[in-house]
């Protein structure tokens, strides 16, 4: 399952910078371009299993979704892409072409997969800062 090794790679980037934080990791807040076909519940559920046993045990994983941006070379535009329904399984893909000339487009957003931050909950005597 795809997405049960992205939380696995997400874990183990995580983890040193997680146990040098010192306290309880009470959230992982994960930004997802809306071109990474993952399962927000399989990817939560994933985490919730390898993250057994590691300071990450209990963190709750809330997933973001960063809608695609693109830039066109040709006449300039620099925003949100259209998208075009699949009514077979009700699911909007975005169109990588430039929505007011056609023209290809650079991908701006919308491929990334980054933890944008953590949560950490501190004991209540180290809380002095
Ligand atoms: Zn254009």
Known sequence: MHEY???SELIHALLPQAESL???IVGVFLKKGELRILSNHAMVNAFELLAEGTVLEGAQLEIE???VTVSCASCGYKGEAD???D???HFSVPILS???CGAEVDLI???ELVVDRLS???SEDSETS
Do not use: M
Request: hydrophobic fraction near 35%.
């Open 5 to 7: 090794s992205v939380a």
């Open 22 to 24: 010192g306290g309880k």
């Open 65 to 67: 979704l960063i809608p």
């Open 83 to 85: 998208h075009v329904e």
């Open 87 to 89: 009514e077979a399984f």
């Open 98 to 100: 430039c929505p007011t």
């Open 109 to 111: 957003t919308g491929r």
């Open 120 to 122: 950490v909950q501190t």
